[in-house]
């Protein structure tokens, strides 16, 4: 039964191949053919357009991208290349967890004690808190390490309120 309505779509679909293909039309350059060319030509002349649009849309986007980076050092504190290395990547470069008012894959650091947080850096380490990236990060670090982390991300809001000043 399988084979049979297995066979009888396969007739279907080739009949309904060569139809079209008897149909000429598009398929061998007939009249639709032309139609279908000029259409490519229209196409074409709009994209002139489209591009110079784009082009004066990018040199606006990169403007309001200058203002939106000036805005955001303003305010920016210095953190050590360990940091932007390691942690920027998901926690964004001050702690926010925010890059360009969107959140990123880390959650917000700034603000927090560097004993909670060399606390938790421990248990990412251990596996006690379960996050593949914190762990294949955290593995060949030692305490010395973990703690020199947690003591940086903990002054992040007095390296915030200094570069205010």
Known sequence: MKNIIVGLLTVGILGLMGLTFMGGGAYHGGEHGKVIKDFGD???AAKTVTV???????KEDDKLNALREKAGSAGAFKVSNEYKRKCASCHGA?????????PMMGPKIFGQSAEKLYKDLVEFKSGRKENVVMKGLL???NDEDLKRFADEIGEFPARAEAAKQ
């Open 42 to 44: 229209t196409m074409t």
């Open 52 to 58: 110079t649009e784009k082009d004066d849309r990018k």
């Open 139 to 141: 593995i060949p670090m």
């Open 94 to 102: 001050n702690g926010s967890g925010m890059q360009n008012g969107k």
